[in-house]
């Protein structure tokens, strides 16, 4: 506690430790205590708890002992380094141009999506019919706007991801049997995550056929019998092989008496024209596929979570299956899954769909802002791409603001961190994954780094 109060920090009110005779500033730095009290910063720790509080003021402190803050300034430092949320995930500005970036946690959540999540978060009916008080089928709304979405699906469930998705079919559909697929499809998804790997740790063997790039009906229809669990048909979703090739068609490998399951990654759930080579789950379903996986984080633009679409008796074996219970969603997944079904277009779909000249303009705004302002902003075309999640190959024309390369960092590391590319030694943000609501904040992140 202070025991001189006349050399408090007036303007603060906050206690000090007394300055010694030579008038050392080290002394006239807040006490911790004192800082804690400080109106912000008890507010702060009710918020994000008193630890993240404590070493946002041990750093302001430390700041001040090394002479850059002022002692006067501890508590504004402390409440600058403070940060936003509770968990060390930034929220950033995707201007990478890639649409679905893994490292950016994939498809960004509509906003109905995210209040829906903010709703569930406390205690919910997910599990219980409040018209009767007795329990109920978890997440039945969720599964039935899913349902409703794809009408060629006669049961639908959900799990934790596509590789889950696929490990709940192999364990329940091929355990101790055979899963035969084409050699032009064992697949690495990213990562070091092998597909095949993947499968065989659920203790199936795999029955490869054909070649890499042709692999017929009649490759498979030899390979099957008493021991297939099913035939597996993965969608490369992460390159593409073009010249002598050839696949089996569904339609051919769905008259073979075994299931077929296609793993159709991306999750559109219908067909998307604007990415005419991507399977959806309603087509697929269609033409033959006994069992559809997907993603629900790539191109449906929502949670991370494992969609798998298909015949009833499939889908009642695998949601019955032991494993499934190790492997099921969180009532947070469930509610942003319902929201991002029913709601209103994903980001993901606005960015897919996106204007070219629209975002041109947002960028010529955005550079003759930056540009009075003395930035080295310029626009430049940019080939924006969807992503690992999804259509290797296409390339969405979009438009990037070009800065100087040593922005990148800067950007990265600001108080709104903004993650671009470097390309022929400048900064590129790319707008297309940019919400245009984002222009602003994106316009003061850049503004911030000009000024440091
Ligand atoms: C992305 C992907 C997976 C893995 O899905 P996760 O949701 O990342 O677990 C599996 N198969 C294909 C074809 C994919 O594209």
């Known amino acids: 506690m202070t025991t001189d109060g006349k050399r408090r920090d007036a303007a603060a009110g906050l206690g000090t430790q007394p300055a010694g005779p030579d008038g050392d500033v080290r002394r006239l730095i807040p006490r911790t205590d004192a800082l804690l009290r400080e109106p912000r910063l008890a507010e702060a720790a009710r918020r994000l708890g008193a630890p993240v509080v404590k070493a946002a003021v041990r750093q302001a402190q430390a700041r001040a002992r090394a002479g850059r803050v002022a002692p006067e300034d501890v508590a ?44 569930a978060a406390g205690p919910t009916d997910v599990e219980l019919d409040l018209a009767t008080g007795v329990r109920d089928r978890r997440g039945r709304t969720a599964l039935r706007a899913l349902r409703e979405r794809v009408s060629d699906a006669q049961a639908v469930h959900v799990v934790n991801n596509g590789a889950a998705a696929l490990v709940l079919a192999a364990t329940a559909l091929a355990a101790g ?30 029955r490869e056929v054909g070649t ?46 075994v299931p077929v399951v296609v793993d159709i990654g991306s999750g559109l759930l219908a067909p998307e024209p604007l990415l005419p080579d991507e399977p959806d789950a309603a087509s697929q379903l269609r033409a033959g ?14 949670p991370q979570c494992g ?22 969603v969180d009532k947070l997944t469930l509610a942003a899954l319902e929201a991002t079904l029913t709601g209103p277009p994903t980001p993901t779909a606005a960015a897919l769909t996106a204007d070219p000249a629209a975002l041109r303009a947002r960028a010529d705004r955005l550079a003759a802002s930056l540009s009075a302002d003395g930035v080295d902003a310029r626009v430049v075309e940019s080939a924006a791409t969807v992503g690992g999640g999804g259509a290797p190959g296409v390339t969405l024309p979009s438009a990037a603001l070009s800065l100087p390369e ?9 108080r709104v961190p903004v993650v671009g590319r470097l390309e022929a030694g400048r900064c590129l943000l790319d707008l297309r994954a940019v919400p245009p609501q984002d222009d602003e904040r994106l316009y003061g992140a850049v503004r911030a780094v000009a000024e440091s």
Do not use: C, Q, W
């Not at 597996?232 to 092989?241: T, Y």
């Not at 040593?406 to 600001?414: E, H, I, K, Q, V």
């Open 76 to 119: 504004d430092e402390a409440v600058a380094l403070l940060p936003h949320t509770a968990s060390g995930l930034h929220p950033v500005i995707n201007a990478t141009g890639v649409l679905l970036h893994t490292n950016l946690g994939r498809a960004p959540l509509s906003d109905a999506a995210r209040r829906a999540v903010a709703e």
């Open 177 to 206: 049997k055979e899963i035969v697929v084409s050699r032009g499809e064992m697949v690495e998804i990213g990562d070091g995550f092998r597909l095949p790997d993947l499968l065989v740790s659920t203790g199936t063997r795999l």
């Open 307 to 328: 969609l798998l679409l298909g015949e009833e008796s499939l889908v009642r074996a695998l949601s019955r299956h032991p494993l499934a219970r190790a492997l099921r």
């Open 289 to 302: 596929a006994s069992l559809v996986t997907a993603s629900g984080d790539k191109l449906l633009g929502g």
């Open 406 to 414: 040593t922005y990148a960092a800067a950007l990265r590391t600001g």
């Open 212 to 257: 890499t790039n042709r692999t017929t009906a009649e490759d498979y229809a030899a390979a099957i019998g008493p021991n297939t669990g099913f035939v597996l048909k993965v969608h490369p979703s992460n390159f593409r092989i073009t010249g002598f090739t050839r696949s089996a068609d569904l339609t051919e490998l769905s008259g073979l008496g």
